[in-house]
Nanobody, 120 residues
């Protein structure tokens, strides 16, 4: 079994910062691209940021210059540093990763989500 576990969500004032962490565990052979998604109430889930195993990053236009995604390949973790936060960043944030399991299956795994609320 493979699990992704997020942590670090919470309540922050507009203009403040928050860091999300996500750790992969289980029968893992390799973790490929890792992502952060978010879903606000009444809206579809959107891709916030992605990072490859080599460290190449991409961001949604709405978070460029404010959010930074990073990863630790040895620890199988991915992080999202969120600065200059806005009320529109309020959402449930999910980490996702493409993982090659020990039995050679390739699958996209998701965490359970963590709530981020930005008060204005």
């Amino acid at each position: 079994q493979v699990h992704l576990a997020e942590s670090g969500g919470g309540l922050v004032e507009a203009g403040g910062s928050l860091r999300l962490d996500c750790a992969a565990s289980g029968a893992i052979r390799r973790v490929n691209d890792m992502h952060w998604y978010r879903q606000a109430p009444g809206k579809e889930r959107e891709l916030v940021a992605s990072i490859s195993t080599g460290g190449t990053t991409t961001y949604a236009d709405s978070v460029k210059g404010r959010f930074t995604i990073s990863r630790d390949n040895a620890k199988l973790t991915v992080h999202l540093q969120m600065n200059s936060m806005k009320s529109e960043d309020t959402a449930v944030y999910y980490c996702s990763a493409e993982i090659r399991t020990e039995d050679w299956r390739l699958w996209d795994y998701w965490g359970q989500g963590t709530q981020v609320t930005v008060s204005s």
